[in-house]
């Protein structure tokens, strides 16, 4: 089957750094994907992995290990409003694009 | 900056009814999307859809749904006879290759 899982919640301090990690088995791999997502609110991009390593933009980083099915979203200098969920995607082929989602991991930043 | 925009932002039905929920993609993009999220759930992908035509389902998109896209602009989803698991938050999103932008998302309510 198709699994994603994120942990469900995490907590940080303004200022401070926090890893969100994603772990995933699809029947495929064509790219991994971090969302961010303010409740009530669309998906907004974050980042794309399609190739091992660290991909980094600003405040916010994303690594990929195909290998070992695994990814994290780095945030750094956190803010008060990064208090959000934080969405892993993968999108098992190409062709079609479709994103599996995880459940999300819902971050509170504390002051 | 080009975004995805859908109507309406709200939706109320009774059981039973049909509904369509509008989606305008970005201009140039040639991948669209629907997705829903139940309140508290993940993002479940419904239908993807390119060239005119649908190129891939998930086992919730059954024969009550049904997808169009009427001009060039337009891409809509309809739901012939909603029924009460039918609330839910639905995401239309559009892509040029794998990263999807999202759209606000349409509430729907089914009482």
């Known amino acids: 089957g198709q699994n994603i899982d994120q942990p469900t919640e995490m907590t940080a301090t303004e200022g401070a750094i926090v890893q969100i990690n994603c772990t995933y088995q699809?029947?495929?791999?064509?790219?991994l994907f971090w969302y961010q997502q303010h409740a009530g609110e669309a998906p907004t991009f974050l980042s794309y992995?399609?190739?091992?390593g660290l991909e980094e933009k600003g405040r916010f980083s994303s690594f990929l290990s195909r290998s070992k099915g695994y990814s994290y979203l780095l945030l750094k200098e956190l803010q008060m409003k990064d208090s959000a969920s934080y969405l892993c995607?993968?999108?098992?082929?190409?062709?079609?694009?479709?994103?599996?989602f995880g459940t999300g991991t819902r971050l509170k930043v504390l002051a | 900056e080009p975004e995805v925009t859908q109507t309406p932002s709200h939706q109320v039905t009774q059981m039973g009814q049909e509904v369509i929920l509008r989606c305008v993609p970005i201009?140039?993009?040639?991948?669209f999307y629907w997705y829903r999220q139940i309140l508290g759930q993940k993002v479940e992908f419904l239908v993807s859809?390119?060239?005119?035509?649908?190129?891939?389902k998930s086992e919730i998109f059954d024969d009550q749904f049904s997808v169009e896209r009427p001009d060039g602009s337009n891409f809509t989803l309809k739901i012939r006879s909603t029924k009460l698991e039918d609330s839910a938050m639905y995401f239309c999103a559009s892509s040029v290759e794998a990263t999807q932008y999202f759209g606000p998302g349409t509430r729907l309510l089914v009482l």
């Open positions: 992995n399609v190739l091992d």
């Open positions: 859809f390119y060239n005119n035509e649908i190129s891939e």
């Open positions: 201009s140039n993009h040639l991948y």
């Open positions: 995607a993968v999108s098992p082929r190409g062709g079609t694009y479709k994103y599996i």
């Open positions: 699809t029947s495929g791999f064509n790219g």
